[in-house]
């Protein structure tokens, strides 16, 4: 027994759509064929980022209810017809991926257009293209597993393999990709954790410099303040020695007239 892909999009429209909704987008800075230069709308452009987003979910979904069938019918005349369906929805899938980063890039562009609505088309396509890795990954390795399944030995013209054998190295090779991803995620973890605090350091080492300049000019104060008060104890001094001499005249002089 054999399926049918069920994806609904022929490759004619995927052709047409492809090449005719990038050609218009892709001529901004052409020329028409009169010589008048052709300017591509910021609403054509995310209309045609629209069309490109609605294909791509729809294939996605399709590659989803592939990825459930393949784990569940592991039978190997349906692995044929499975291949089939998925080379099919991943050559559309990269091809409307190629465009829709296009449209992007030409959006990113434009001028008239704030910059959150360009940020909200970039990590819809970073979900997508995270889905799609996700699905391709897993649809590749449960194929190729029931393919193993499909035969208890590998066989060629020298050597016989029992399937078991290349299933546990499979796995082996699995698992080591696993933690090979985990150190580098643990390593990208202490790149940015390193990175941090170098702005940190980058932070309080300017505090530092500016705390030089900071206790110079209290120096420069300290200094002031102490020759300000010099200046009035000698100004104070003078004022108690000259009320002293004018007391001690006062004093004689009223000592010579009393004397009289």
Not at 105 to 114: G, H, T, V, W, Y
Request: with cysteine.
């Amino acid at each position: 027994m054999s399926s049918r892909p069920t994806w609904d999009s022929s490759p004619t429209m995927n052709r047409s759509m492809s090449g005719n909704g990038l050609s218009s987008i892709g001529g901004g800075g052409s020329s028409s064929s009169g010589g008048v230069p052709t300017t591509v709308s910021v609403d054509s452009i995310r209309k045609e980022i629209r069309k490109y987003e609605v294909d791509v979910d729809t294939k996605l979904s399709a590659l989803s209810s592939l990825n459930d069938k393949v784990q569940r019918d592991t039978a190997s005349e349906y692995i044929d017809d499975s291949y089939i369906e998925f080379d099919v929805l991943t050559s559309e899938l990269d091809s409307i991926f190629k465009n829709l980063t296009r449209c992007n890039e030409l959006l990113a562009k434009e001028q008239n257009i704030s910059i959150s609505m360009i940020q909200h088309h970039r990590d819809k396509l970073e979900d997508f293209l995270k889905d799609y890795k996700k699905y391709k990954k897993n649809i590749t390795y449960s194929l190729e597993h029931s393919e193993l399944l499909s035969g208890s030995t590998y066989k060629n013209k020298d050597t016989e393999i029992p399937m078991n054998n290349l299933l546990r190295e499979q796995q082996s090779l699995h698992n080591s990709n696993y933690v090979a991803d985990s150190i580098l995620g643990q390593a990208r973890q202490a790149h940015e954790a390193l990175e941090n605090q170098r702005k940190i350091l980058r932070g309080a080492s300017h505090k530092i410099n500016n705390m030089t300049g900071i206790f110079g000019a209290i120096d420069g104060v300290t200094t002031k303040i102490k020759r300000m008060k010099s200046r009035n104890m000698m100004v104070l001094g003078g004022l108690i020695g000259i009320s002293y001499m004018v007391s001690v005249i006062k004093s004689i002089g009223c000592f010579l007239l009393n004397g009289k």
